[in-house]
């Protein structure tokens, strides 16, 4: 039956065969391998998998300092609960390019949509590590257990659907990857499906994440606690997002400087200046929001000298600071500007995440968590294998750029950067 | 001294009240439970608990013992804690305090798992794992339970406990012998308490024995029922001389259940999710449907 495929195969198995040597090709490393950057990531990435042999063989206390007063401690307060709120420039970006048409901000969809979707996948990893009985972490998905009442069932399900709808965002690059022009075509037609669904995705599991901690009432200091964190996660979400962008942007627009298009070059400047604009106004409204809380909170009776100082500087040096150098950077157009606050807000919001989950948790417990070496080390291994990948992705894929323009650009035509350089041409 | 009135806890507690409520308890004991306590017992299924009367326990911890047996357990160390632990699913916490309501100078508290009416912990669960029985024990599976502690974030009181030096460690808590439940038995620490300390039942013929012991001495206890509202309401409820933040209990407990604090953001999920992807849909087309006719003007 199968002697007339063998002779003459279909067009199915040709680009079957064609795929499969393409790929061949492409898995083998390229450039040095001996750089110091891979030198030290590639020690790390040897320790953590050194580290987490001890883990699973000797139980979870044997290379961390949690306890059964401190049951989440650095793998999920930062990997986590701060990872995510970093990966949240991707919801933001696609809204702003697929819904609200804002073209300026395409020319990074693809990098911010590959970052974020490399987060999920390396922090839902980081969160198996952490789980006492991974082997269980089946149960609330095939439906033997759901825990419908739970809100951690809710962030969890969201996770692996936020996962799926970035991964059919992005996979047009993976199509043009490959070479697979109807099969790209096809891809790009779910986009915004994709896109719609990942917004509402992340709306409730960014604000979901805060929500988990809605049942901790009493054990987080008062400064931190609040029936509002839901939407304080959501908004610094925004804000985490794309000061991550502003700085990821900086760093890849050197590292992969020859993967990027002229597009790309031209339009990161001003990108960087109307990614500020957004942050100073999201900041703002998040100031407003936690002047709120504070009042609505009676927040001054838990003003203790030392946690009422620690309150300040994270929400006037990390919030407030930042804030005001978005809105400078904005008016001046100073991408530098722009980077500093983009550092300095990142910084704010790992501060507000750790402090929620670990330093103002359990405030009056006799042994204060501090992390260990080894929980420090994990996680900058589970950092490093992400950066890995993502070097292995743009290098190979067209996400700094795109190899076919798509249809529906050239239709939508008025993109603000077109007219802009004719004018410099000219 | 402070006596909050069993019924209408927000109100300050004043004299007059309180020695009407004394007058109410010599004229019977019943009436003292409010109808709404009743209510709430009868909408929950009065579920089985235990009432503790701290003033009578001698510290003997035969219950620790006969418990970790029961469990099959290490033997616990002959000595008071203050926490349970993986190997210790109660424990007996000696609190020395210096007043004339306490005879010896040290209260004995038992401390083990409260059976919450509405526990954080199962509603925290996502693989209903964490479980709470109609009877009233919250009980944990271990073939549903993935380890991620969740539960342990959310507990107001710290019961659940994980063995963090075991490659597959498991939660452990008390789990009122819901072996023995099942055979019509009391749990092993009530049937072994010879101080008589310690009352199984269902939850209402609790709460009516324990409002007649604060009425009938009213000044050898402090007048409050811990558990009768903490938390919602909890299966195991305790009687103390002293007010109980004196004695470990954490201050400032929700009277208001745990699980009801994410009840809000819960009705939300389906208003987002339905609301929101037309609402996106709705102005992506407005917006492509503009931009295309302005396309059109810019180009010509």
Partial sequence: MSATDKLSPTPVQKELARVLAFLKHELRPRGKLLTPFNLVTGGIVLATAVILCFRFACGIGAVTNLDQQYPWGLWIGFDVVTGVAFAGGAYVLVFMVHVLGMERYRPIVRVTVLNGFLAYVFYAGALVLDLGRPWNVINPIIGNSFGVSSVLFLVAWHFMLYMFAQLIEFSPAIAEWLGLDRVRRLLERLTLGAVILGISLSLLHQSGLGALYLMAKGKIQPLWYSEFIPIQFLVTSVFAGLAMVIFEGTISARVFHHRASAAFHFAQERIVIGLSRICAGAMFVYLFLQALVFVHGRDWLAMTPGWGAWYLLENVGFVAVPCVLFALAWRHRSTLLSRIAAIGAMLGVILNRLNVSVIAFQPNAAVRYVPTWMEVVVTLGVISAEIWVFRWIVNRMPVLREDTVPATVTVAAPTPAQPSPRRKEA | ?300
């Avoid at chain 2, 002959?78 to 190997?87: I, V």
Wanted: charged share 20%.
């Fill in chain 2, 1 to 300: 001294m402070n006596a909050p009135a069993p019924d209408h806890r927000c109100e300050g507690p004043g004299p007059d009240r309180r020695s009407f409520l004394r007058a109410l308890g010599v004229i019977g004991a019943g009436l003292a439970l409010s109808p709404q306590a009743l209510a709430q017992a009868e909408a929950e299924g009065d579920p089985y608990g235990v009432l503790v009367d701290t003033t009578l326990c001698v510290g003997c911890r035969t219950c620790t013992r006969v418990c970790a047996e029961g469990h099959g357990l290490p033997v616990p160390p002959d000595q008071c804690r203050e926490t349970t632990s993986p190997t210790q699913l109660t424990v007996v916490d000696g609190r020395q305090l210096d007043d004339p309501k306490v005879e010896l100078g040290v209260v004995f508290v038992k401390r083990q798992c409260l059976h919450c009416l509405q526990p954080a912990c199962a509603s925290a669960c996502l693989t209903r794992a964490m479980h709470k029985t109609e009877s009233g024990p919250v009980t944990w599976d271990k073939g549903k339970c993935m380890g991620c502690r969740y539960c342990m974030v959310c507990c107001p009181f710290d019961v659940p406990k994980f063995e963090y030096d075991s490659p597959t460690p498991q939660i452990r808590k008390c789990d009122l012998c819901v072996d023995r439940l099942q055979r019509g038995e009391p749990p092993r620490c009530v049937a072994n308490c010879e101080a008589g300390a310690l009352t199984f039942g269902r939850r209402s013929e609790l709460l009516r024995e324990a409002h007649k012991r604060l009425a009938t001495n009213p000044d050898g206890y402090h007048q409050h029922i811990f558990g009768e509202h903490e938390a919602g309401g909890t299966s195991w409820l305790y009687l103390a001389a002293v007010p109980f933040d004196r004695l470990g209990f954490p201050k400032d407990l929700e009277q208001q259940s745990y699980p009801s604090l994410t009840k809000e953001f819960l009705y939300g999920v389906p208003v987002v999710l339905t609301l929101v992807p037309p609402l996106l849909l709705g102005i992506s087309k407005a917006v492509h449907h503009n931009q295309a006719n302005g396309g059109d003007h810019v180009g010509h």
